[in-house]
Nanobody, 119 residues
Framework: QVQLQESGPGLVKPSQTLSLTCTVS??????????WTWIRQPPGKGLEWIGY???????FYNPSLSSRTTISRDNAKNTVYLQMNSLKPDDTGNYYC???????????WGKGTLVTVSS
């Protein structure tokens, strides 16, 4: 059973950079056919896909966020990272780490971490 645990600062000031960590256990982030995704949900709104890093290391981002988002990984630590700069209050929400594989038909989510952007 793959488990994902998000962590990071709960409060960030506007214009600062957010750095979140997704620590993975029970599976390797380099396992073929898995995509490691960040998703967020603003208060009272639906889910918004931020981007992913694939098992091969390639990344793809939501075009509306791509200019200020970077997803990376540390294979040795089996960890995926999200960095988002120039934060605004609209970036407030729950941030989730998710992995899925169309090939294997599996999907796992972390419990999420709340990020509040406020001065």
């Amino acid at each position: 059973q793959v488990q994902l645990q998000e962590s990071g600062p709960g409060l960030v000031k506007p214009s600062q950079t957010l750095s979140l960590t997704c620590t993975v256990s029970g599976g390797s982030i380099t396992t073929m056919h898995y995509f490691w995704t960040w998703i967020r949900q603003p208060p009272g709104k639906g889910l918004e896909w931020i981007g992913y890093i694939a098992y091969a290391g390639n990344t793809f981002y939501n075009p509306s966020l791509s200019s200020r988002t970077t997803i990376s990984r540390d294979n040795a630590k089996n960890t995926v990272y999200l960095q988002m700069n120039s934060l605004k209050p609209d970036d407030t929400g729950n941030y989730y780490c998710r992995t899925w594989s169309r090939t294997y038909g599996t999907e796992y989510w972390g419990k999420g971490t709340l990020v509040t952007v406020s001065s």
